[in-house]
């Protein structure tokens, strides 16, 4: 095989994780739920948590990093965090054995097996939040959530994938008018919060290129979004862009508790 397969095993605002293997390797990145979870959603794709051979972590936020202790500890697993954010979630992930603590600098690219695998700072009230790219074979995958906003270096970075799981988290309007409390709706749209659909789109509508074939929208919030209008804001923007969707590339919805099934990038 050539590139490389995904599973988005969940995304939204109660938890996030990610599966990737090679020929050579097996991945998450985020464990944003209880170990037992986790395990589950792999069984999903028939694929089990003895079998990672690392665990990469964007940041300590508790949707990213609930079952990371627990994973590492049960099957051995090697975790990867930058400096910043190992300090940040030491006391949440608890004891990890020495070896497999290794720090991944942001803006660095690292090559585990068969892949390459590029970290990035996103602006994120976090430590120092780091989103990633993998690499191989001429095949591109961006991961690209909990961001408020995407500068033009990030832009340079995540620019013609082959896939993105681009951010969806609220419709302005449904966060406007809700129930949340206003300090919490200022850090949502603020520039350390989260993209809205519409920045979704337009960040998608910028940075896509030839190669790209799918767009996945993540981290979608529960209370302020609606999984219809995130897809339809994102394919409407790209389409008033005279961008071919449908015809080159295709939007896809994820979940917030199953399994997406493997996709080759």
Same mark, same amino acid.
């Given at each position: 095989?050539?590139?490389?397969?995904?599973?988005?095993?969940?995304?939204?605002?109660?938890?996030?994780?990610? *599966?990737?293997?090679?020929?050579?390797?097996?991945?998450?990145?985020?464990?944003?739920?209880?170990?037992?979870?986790?395990?589950?959603?792999?069984?999903?794709?028939?694929?089990? /948590?003895?079998?990672?051979?690392?665990?990469?972590?964007?940041?300590?936020?508790?949707?990213?990093?609930?079952?990371?202790?627990?994973?590492?500890?049960?099957?051995?697993?090697?975790? *990867?965090?930058?400096?910043?954010?190992?300090?940040?979630?030491?006391?949440?992930? /608890?004891?990890?054995?020495?070896?497999?603590?290794?720090?991944?600098?942001?803006?660095?690219?690292?090559?585990?097996?068969?892949?390459?695998?590029?970290?990035? /700072?996103?602006?994120?009230?976090?430590?120092?939040?780091?989103? *990633?790219?993998?690499?191989?074979?001429?095949?591109?995958?961006?991961?690209?959530?909990?961001?408020?906003?995407?500068?033009?270096?990030?832009?340079?970075?995540?620019?013609?994938?082959?896939?993105?799981?681009?951010?969806?988290?609220?419709?302005?309007?449904?966060?406007?008018?809700?129930? *949340?409390?206003?300090?919490?709706?200022?850090?949502?749209?603020?520039?350390? /919060?989260?993209?809205?659909?519409?920045?979704?789109?337009?960040?998608?509508?910028?940075?896509?290129?030839?190669?790209?074939?799918?767009?996945?929208?993540?981290?979608?919030?529960?209370?302020?979004?609606?999984?219809?209008?995130?897809?339809?804001?994102?394919?409407?923007?790209?389409?008033?862009?005279?961008?071919?969707?449908?015809?080159?590339?295709?939007?896809?919805?994820?979940?917030?508790?199953?399994?997406?099934?493997?996709?080759?990038?």
């Amino acid at each position: 095989m050539t590139g490389f397969n995904v599973s988005i095993l969940a995304s939204g605002s109660s938890g996030n994780s990610l *599966y990737i293997e090679t020929p050579q390797k097996k991945f998450l990145v985020d464990a944003g739920f209880s170990g037992k979870k986790i395990e589950s959603l792999l069984g999903e794709i028939n694929r089990e /948590g003895k079998d990672i051979d690392a665990l990469f972590v964007t940041h300590e936020h508790s949707d990213h990093i609930q079952g990371v202790g627990v994973l590492a500890r049960r099957f051995g697993i090697d975790v *990867y965090a930058n400096e910043k954010t190992w300090q940040a979630m030491s006391h949440v992930v /608890g004891n990890i054995p020495t070896g497999q603590k290794h720090v991944f600098d942001m803006g660095t690219i690292m090559t585990i097996g068969d892949i390459d695998i590029e970290s990035f /700072g996103v602006s994120h009230d976090a430590a120092a939040p780091q989103f *990633y790219v993998f690499h191989k074979d001429n095949k591109k995958f961006v991961m690209l959530t909990d961001t408020g906003y995407v500068s033009d270096r990030m832009r340079g970075v995540i620019r013609d994938a082959d896939v993105y799981l681009m951010e969806s988290n609220h419709d302005l309007e449904m966060l406007r008018m809700g129930g *949340y409390p206003w300090s919490l709706k200022q850090r949502i749209l603020g520039d350390q /919060g989260h993209l809205s659909n519409e920045d979704g789109a337009l960040v998608a509508a910028d940075v896509l290129g030839d190669k790209t074939k799918k767009i996945f929208l993540g981290h979608l919030s529960r209370e302020n979004n609606i999984k219809e209008l995130a897809h339809m804001t994102m394919e409407t923007t790209l389409m008033q862009k005279d961008l071919g969707v449908n015809e080159q590339f295709h939007v896809y919805d994820t979940s917030h508790e199953h399994a997406l099934d493997l996709f080759a990038v």
